[in-house]
């Protein structure tokens, strides 16, 4: 059960190209992010579609993946775990980043 305690699994569409950056110590990164999309009917009976964005990092092999295969409107299964951390911007201001370190991907659907 310890497998559980920080498990993500989402399926969504690309919102943009994934960035690929090849760090010096030799590893490789992609970032990107995904949408879901969630449905409710209001009380006048109109569906309505709520998304959210999640942020992506996938490394390594899963990483190299990203790089050939995936694009742009790309609809892709991941499983993962939830990171946090913080970073400071160009202004110095302190931001805080919610991200999904993908271990698994699947693509889904057409490129």
């Not at 994934?18 to 990164?29: A, D, F, R, T, W």
């Not at 970032?31 to 999640?54: C, M, P, R």
């Not at 490394?59 to 939830?82: C, P, S």
Request: proline share 1%; aromatic share 8%.
């Amino acid at each position: 059960m310890n497998t559980l305690k920080n498990k993500v699994q989402l399926i969504g569409n690309l919102g943009q190209e994934p960035e690929i950056v090849n760090l010096e110590s030799g590893k490789k990164l992609a970032k990107f992010s995904i949408a879901t999309n969630d449905y409710y009917y209001n009380k006048q009976g109109d569906k309505i579609t709520e998304t959210q964005w999640h942020n992506i990092v996938a490394w390594g092999k899963t990483a190299d993946i990203v790089d050939k295969y995936v694009n742009k409107g790309q609809e892709v299964a991941i499983e993962g775990k939830l990171t946090s951390r913080s970073y400071e911007d160009n202004e110095g201001q302190k931001r805080y980043i919610t991200e999904v370190v993908c271990k698994e991907l699947l693509m889904l659907g057409k490129q």
